[in-house]
Each structure stands twice: as C-alpha cells, then as structure tokens.
C-alpha cells in the first residue's frame, strides 16, 4: 500500500502562484507515475500533471507553461509549482500514483491511479 498526503493549497489572486506538495509513504518502490487530478463541484475530474519516477513529465494542455511538476525521489515528494493561476484553476488537487507501470496518454483517466491522497482546496480570486 502507499499513503499520499497533499499540503500546500489555499487562496491567492488571479496571476498569483502557490506551490501543491505530495509525500508518498509505504511501498513506493512500485509507483511508476506520480501526479495531479483536480476536481471542481459538478464536474469530472480532470488530469493536470504527472511525471514518470524517472522526471519525464505530462502536462494537460490547460496548464502547460503555466505549471512545473516535479519528484524529489529521495524525500519521495512530488511537487506542483503553479504560476499564472486563474480562476478556473480553482479546484480540490489530488495527489495520485499508480500501483505500477503505465502508458500514459491523456486525458488520464481516473482508473489508471490506484492510489489518492485527501486533496488539498485551492482558490484563485479574480
């Protein structure tokens, strides 16, 4: 089993940054991908980054260049880096992995991740 848990979320104005955390617990060592969904009340979830345990990362087109994942494989912690946030990026962000190999191709899909964490809310003011 793995254990993820997401830190970092809050309220920022439009144009603002904040920067989304993910420590993974337990049997890492059978994570290939690691990544972020997001949700927004009444809508599907959407897949926004992920990133191979080897640093290749994928981005969705509505957050490429705006966005910057990243592993640290050491301290196991994927990181979100958001800049140039915007309103429609407000969302609860899930912290996912899979239980192993993936070909990835976007839309990500949900039943792909084994494993969540709670989610962390951010907030993006106009």
């Known amino acids: 089993q793995v254990q993820l848990v997401e830190s970092g979320g809050g309220s920022v104005q439009a144009g603002g940054s904040l920067r989304l955390s993910c420590v993974a617990s337990g049997y890492t060592d059978s994570i290939y991908y690691m990544g972020w969904f997001r949700q927004t009340p009444g809508k599907e979830r959407e897949g926004v980054a992920f990133i191979t345990r080897f640093g290749w990362p994928t981005y969705a087109e509505s957050v490429k260049d705006r966005f910057t994942i990243s592993l640290d494989r050491a301290d196991k912690t994927l990181s979100l880096q958001m800049s140039s946030l915007k309103p429609e990026d407000t969302a609860m962000y899930y912290c996912?992995?899979?239980?192993?190999?993936?070909?990835?191709?976007?839309?990500?899909?949900?039943?792909?991740?084994?494993?969540w964490g709670q989610g962390t809310q951010v907030t993006v003011s106009s």
């Open positions: 996912v992995a899979t239980a192993g190999y993936l070909e990835l191709v976007l839309p990500a899909q949900e039943r792909d991740f084994r494993f």
